[in-house]
């Protein structure tokens, strides 16, 4: 039997934690995680740290990761899940026609959907955060909430489908109950009783 897809939304200067810390943990619970980005290439992943005495963040290259995807080629039904990464690149790729289209998809099929620090501003520029509760970085407040979302200050944030955190510091946080809803969809699915 394949494993299931699900979707991990990357970018030039995605932060590297914010992605690599949900892929393994994909692997780990028997899913297959497909890096989708603009087009098939290499993206430089970066890392981002408030370093002391800065009041703003400062910004290292970390890995290189794959895109195993182009937002074009997406069929959005071939997949059980969404995570969109943080780091810069969702202020770019957000305006993305097909990124959208694919947003929607799992907001309107009720896929368990993960959003953690920038990531938010994919959500929001798709019209799909009104009314919904959701952690992200303190700086990000402002896209969630002009988007008719709602802010909470706390490391994971459940609103239904959609599971979300602030920054990588919360990767232990709220990546554990996306995959809990993951896990209980393909249950559900596949017929099983669900086990916790």
């Known amino acids: 039997m394949s494993k299931e897809k699900v979707l991990i939304v990357i970018g030039d200067a995605t932060e590297t934690l914010d992605t690599m810390y949900p892929y393994y943990r994909l692997i780990e619970a028997g899913f297959q995680p497909v890096v989708a980005a603009p087009e098939r290439r290499l993206y430089q992943l970066v890392m981002h740290e408030v370093k002391p005495g800065w009041t703003i963040t400062k910004e290292w290259e970390g890995y290189t990761l794959q895109a195993d995807v182009a937002f074009s080629e997406i069929d959005p039904q071939d997949y059980a899940g969404i995570l969109f990464s943080g780091g810069r690149a969702p202020e770019y790729i957000r305006y993305d026609e ?99």
């Open 98 to 196: 097909d990124l959208v289209r694919v947003t929607k998809h799992f907001f309107a099929q009720n896929k368990p959907v993960a959003s953690v620090c920038h990531g938010v501003e994919i959500p929001a520029y798709a019209d799909c955060v009104r009314g919904r509760r959701m952690a992200t970085v303190e700086k990000c407040r402002f896209d969630l909430e002009v988007c008719g979302g709602i802010f909470v200050n706390e490391p994971c944030v459940v609103d239904g489908n959609l599971v979300s955190g602030r920054t990588f510091h919360d990767n232990g946080h709220y990546v554990g109950p996306w995959i809990d809803q993951l896990q209980k969809a393909r249950a559900e699915r596949s017929g099983e009783v669900p086990v916790g």
